[in-house]
């Protein structure tokens, strides 16, 4: 395609536009989205502001189980913070670890049965993944074992597991039990924090000794996550009880200082606060996003961003000013600008189920 521009002084914004409208280069990567997605056993790399797919990434063989293969179902993401790591759990057997310069997968590390929700720490030393232990083909025998609810700790110099957390045994018909949601970590990498999806309990973990520290007693039954506040005072836990709450923990004492009832009885199925700490966003199981202040505990929006969808995940651009939001049933991830409450942009995306979101290496 030609083009040819008469005016002898143009703006550099009128430039910048001239040539991206005339096939010239597109904005700068100021950041890169690794998305999850569950029905392709694929990990799809983003470019963003450009909003470009830039690699997908086989997870694993097939997202159907044989007698010869073991299916994969990319479930959670997670990136080290210098970028150089992409860490995916599979919902399967095991976490992938796939090196962001190449794009391609060098490890694979068994973890359980069933690895969900994934948290690095800050050093980008450790990752800390919700499974299951002592699964029924591991532990069966004669005195039949229960699942362990449990949290599995990688090293990522040498992406092998270093500790195991058993925080419970798994719900049964019998008897109520554990069934592990969410992870989150401390700004200063002391604390990980993981919910319970069928009780009311939050476990504080010592990430020195790898040890509980604290059981949180909430009122509300059954958390979608938990994320934590960008200062590292407030744990934010997203209950899917009826009505839907998010509780506000506070992290010196580990009590519940606030409840923040949701506008609806729609279960929220994620919870992630801002990069400023300002607002916690929280997906809905029926196509809507709350968003919270912080500061006034209190639900300033509701967007409804696909009704009658589920919403799986949201995660920010660097500067705050989008939020990409997932949703797996549409196969987008929905670009929303954060100062506007209105949504700017669509992604495909084979059933995106989550979100991780670094700066370019």
């Known amino acids: 395609m030609k083009c040819r521009v008469a005016l002898s002084v143009v703006s550099l914004l009128g430039l910048s536009l001239i040539l991206t409208s ?3 280069s597109s904005p700068a990567t100021t950041a890169i989205i690794y998305v999850a997605q569950s029905q392709s056993h694929s990990l799809s790399v983003i470019n963003i502001p450009a909003d470009n797919t830039l690699a997908s990434i086989e997870i694993g063989n097939s997202s159907v189980g044989s007698l010869n293969l073991t299916p994969s179902y990319p479930t959670g993401v997670a990136v080290t913070p210098d970028g150089s790591l992409a860490y995916v ?22 973890a359980g049965s069933d690895p969900e929700a994934i948290a690095i720490t800050p050093d980008g030393k450790s990752a800390y993944v919700t499974s299951i232990t002592c699964g029924l083909l591991l532990c069966s025998g004669p005195d039949n074992p229960p699942q362990l609810a449990s949290v599995e700790v990688i090293d990522t110099a040498s992406n ?6 058993t925080i419970g045994n798994l719900p049964t018909v019998q008897r109520p039990g554990v069934l592990l949601s969410g992870v989150a970590i401390s700004p200063d990498g002391n604390r990980a924090y993981v919910s319970n999806g069928q009780g009311n309990q939050i476990w504080a973990l010592d990430t020195a000794s790898n040890q509980v520290l604290a059981t949180i007693p909430t009122a509300e039954l059954g958390f979608a996550g938990v994320s934590i506040s960008a200062d590292g005072s407030r744990l934010y836990a997203a209950s899917i009880g009826n009505p839907s709450v998010v509780d506000v923990i506070d992290t010196k004492s580990d009590d519940v200082v606030a409840s923040i009832s949701l506008p609806s009885s729609e279960p929220p199925t994620q919870i992630r606060v801002t990069p400023d700490g300002s607002h916690a966003y929280v ?3 029926n196509g809507h996003l709350w968003v919270i202040d912080t500061t006034t505990n209190a639900t300033v929006a509701t967007i409804p961003v696909s009704f009658g969808n589920s919403l799986l995940d949201v995660a920010f651009a660097p500067d705050g000013t989008r939020a990409y939001i997932a949703c797996g049933n549409t196969n987008a991830i929905y670009v929303l600008d954060t ?12 059933y995106p189920r989550a979100l991780a979101i670094a700066r370019p290496t």
Do not use: E, F, M
């Open 22 to 24: 005339c096939g010239g």
């Open 89 to 110: 759990t599979d919902a399967s057997t095991s976490v992938w670890v796939v090196g962001t310069a190449s794009n391609s997968v060098i490890a694979k590390i068994a």
């Open 160 to 165: 092998s597991l270093t500790a195991t957390i």
């Open 283 to 285: 997906t809905g199981d």
């Open 339 to 350: 100062a506007t409450y209105s949504i700017v942009g669509q992604i495909a995306s084979s």
